[in-house]
C-alpha cells in the first residue's frame, strides 16, 4: 500500500505545481500604456516602459513586476524641458538611462493591490509601496516620489515641486 501512495503523492504534488504556473500569467505590455507624472512643472509622461509582469489576481503572492522605463523618452510638451529634464542637472539620462521597479512582494488589500519593491531611480533604490488595481487587464496605480530622496535636482531644492506624482496605466496581453 505505502509503495503505491508515494508516487500517487508525487503526482498529485507535481499536478498542482504545473497547474500554478499556468495559471501564473507572464503579461505583455501593451502599446497604449501611460506613465504620466505631475510636479507641478514640470509635468509630462514617459514612453519607453519595458520589462517583465508576471501575476495572477487570484494568487498574488506569486507575482513578479521587474519593469524599466526609458528616461530619454521624458516628454513635458516642452522640447526645452524635455532636454533639460534629460540634462546632468535633473534625471542625467546619459547616467542614468532607466528607472527601475523590481517587486519584492504582492499581497491584496481592500481596494486592490499593493506591490512592495524597490524603485532605483539616478543611482539611488529606495523601498515603495506602489497600489494598483487590475480589471479588463489593465494595471492602475499611484505613486508619490520625493526628488530629493534620489538626489534630484538638489542643488535647486525649491524649484519645481519635490514631490512627483505618477499615475500609472498599463494594458497588457497574454
Known sequence: MRKFLYPVVAIAIMAVCSFTAFQSADLKIADNYSVKFDGGDPSGEFKGLQGTINFDPANPGAAKFDVTIDVATINTGNGMKNTHAKSEKWLDAAKYPVIRFTSKSVAKTAGGFEAKGTLDMHGVQ????LPFTFA??????????????YNVNTAE??????????????????
Do not use: C, Y
Not at 492602475?140 to 526628488?147: A, I, T
Open 126 to 129: 529606495k523601498e515603495v509601496i
Open 136 to 149: 479588463d487587464n489593465v494595471f492602475k496605480g499611484n505613486l508619490e516620489v520625493n526628488r530629493m530622496d
Open 157 to 174: 531644492p525649491n524649484h519645481g515641486g519635490a514631490a512627483f506624482k505618477i499615475a500609472i496605466t498599463v494594458p497588457v496581453t497574454k
